[in-house]
């Protein structure tokens, strides 16, 4: 059956349409303020880690941070450091690179494949075949959850997310979209540092505000705590308008006062306290599955987000759990606000650094809490 919205010219003018809303977007003054906040986070957990290492701390200006111990130098801006080479960073955003390569270890992705806004009719057969919601999201190169859109079920909603994920690359990722919780796993050299589960971004109403009102209440109260808050101002996104037709809203709705509202499926603009330490709710088996993850990928320090039922059963085919991505450089921000913990990830990053290459030094979670390490 012929729809228009699968037609390319059509796609290519979406496409422009969601590029400009990403651009305003981008310009957006509070944005961008919650931006420099994010800076500032960076900065001082670097100085943080430089004091209590006895090192020396210089602010280059620009974000970049230079450290310095007894001789040996290093920089680093915001999550990014030596730690890793380009090349394996630049790997790793290749999202279906990375899936190819840990399939060939028979470690779980979901069933996924590949298109450009020209072949909106592969990815179609592709959303049949799969036959339940699908996550299209860019192929390469993004991170943050931008252009990533859930709950896709019809070639219109297909053709909507394809547009969007096109804004950020030519080519574009359909993938299953597994059931689960997101769980991810902070890895230094190829052993677990720390762990959480991210819960999805979520509004309470008041009886009387719609959800589009609540949801610039949400960024007016983050703007004014900064990173102290969350790292990211909410961004109302196709997968916004999905997330809320599966509970029967939208943005006019008014939800009844208390009533909860999961605002986004996508977990990366959820607060510093929607996630909470998952360390000991991971199996051994789940932990060596993310461990094999990243040393067949060669990475150094990398956080593996894993979507499972079942955190207490290794990842496939007895809980459809899969390894959905290995970020590298990983994002600090939420193992330092946490709900119940705080972990230092600067603090062992700059001791591998500056001080320690032997990775059996590192401690893991476990030898980190019992030295008091998330104190």
Known sequence: MYNPLTHS??????????M?????????PRRRAIGAHHTAFY???????ATELGATFKSLGSGIVEIELDGVRTRAVENTSAIDDPVTITLLADKPLTYRILAQQSLPTPRHAVFSLKQI???????????????????????GGRGVTTGVRTPSQLARAAACAAVYGDHILIEEQIPGDNYRLLFLDGQ????????????????????????????????????????????????????LARQNLSLR???????????????????GAD??????????????????????LGVRFAGVDVITTDPAAPLGSETGGVILEVNAPPNFYYHYNKSDARFPVARHVLRRLLIDNDPAAVPTWATA???GALA
């Not at 010219?9 to 969601?18: F, N, Y």
């Open 121 to 143: 009719n592969n990815a179609i057969a592709v959303l049949r075949d799969i036959a339940r919601d699908c996550v299209v999201k860019p192929a390469r190169g993004t991170g």
């Open 369 to 371: 809490t019992a030295a």
């Open 192 to 243: 677990l540092l720390d762990a959480f589960v991210r819960r999805h971004p979520t509004l309470v109403g008041d009886g009387h505000s719609t959800v589009a009102q609540l949801v610039r209440a949400a960024n007016d109260d983050r703007s004014r705590h900064g990173a102290g808050k969350s790292q990211v101002l909410l961004t109302i996104d196709l997968d916004v308008r999905h997330t």
């Open 43 to 49: 900065e001082r957990v670097w100085r943080e880690a």
């Open 275 to 296: 996630n909470t330490t998952a360390t000991r709710l991971l199996c051994p088996a789940i932990v060596e599955q993310c461990a094999t993850a990243v040393r067949t």
């Open 20 to 28: 400009a809303r990403a651009f305003l977007r981008y310009r957006n």
């Open 253 to 271: 709705s008014i939800p009844a006062k208390d009533q909860s509202v999961t605002l986004k499926t996508v977990v990366n603009e959820n607060l």
């Open 9 to 18: 010219l059509v796609l290519r003018g979406m496409s422009a349409l969601a």
